[in-house]
C-alpha cells in the first residue's frame, strides 16, 4: 500500500482570485455526472454560488493536495448570505442570519482519493480555523451513505431544506461545535 501525504491550506475570501481556477476544476470533476444531468449543478451556477458564499463574509475553505496533486476542497461561510427558504421544520436555533453558525457548503474530494479519511482531515482543519458555536451542512436527500459519514463525525440531522427552487432536496444536519 502507498501511503500519500496529505497537505492543507487554508484560505479566506481574500485568496478566491489564486485559488479559484482550482475550486472550479475540483467541482467539474466530482460533480462531472450532475453538470451533464441537471442545471442547478452547471458549472455557471457554481461560481454563482461560490460568489454568493464569499461575498456574505466569513468564507473560508480547505484546498487538500494528496501526493502533490490537488484532491479536494472544504469550503463555507457564516450562515447569512447565499442560503435558501427552510422547508417543514424548525431548528430550535435561528440558523439564517445567525453568525454563530458556519455553514459548510462543500466537502469535494476527487474519487481516487475517497474513502482514506481525506475528507475528514479537510473537514476537521476548515472547523478548527473556526470560531462559531456550530457548524450546519446539507446532505442530498437521496444520499444516505454520506449522511451516515458525518453522522459518524457527530453531527445530527435536524430537518429539511431547498436553498433554491430548483435545488434537491436536502437534510440539514448540524454540528456542535463549542460553547458560546
Known sequence: MT????TTSYCTGERLAEIRGTLLDVYADVYAEDIATNPFFSMERFEER??????????????????GEVGGEAGGEVSGGGGGEVVGFTYG?????DAATFKLCENMLREKWRKRGISRVMHDELIGQRREVRAELLVRRERPRLRAMYETWGYEQMGEQ???????????????LRSR
Open 162 to 176: 431547498q436553498p433554491f427552487p430548483d435545488a434537491p432536496l436536502y437534510d440539514v444536519m448540524v454540528l456542535a
Open 93 to 97: 436555533f435561528t440558523a439564517r442570519g
Open 3 to 6: 501511503v500519500y501525504p496529505v
Open 50 to 67: 461560490l460568489e454568493a458564499h464569499v461575498g456574505a463574509g466569513g468564507w473560508g475553505c480547505v484546498v487538500a493536495e494528496v501526493g
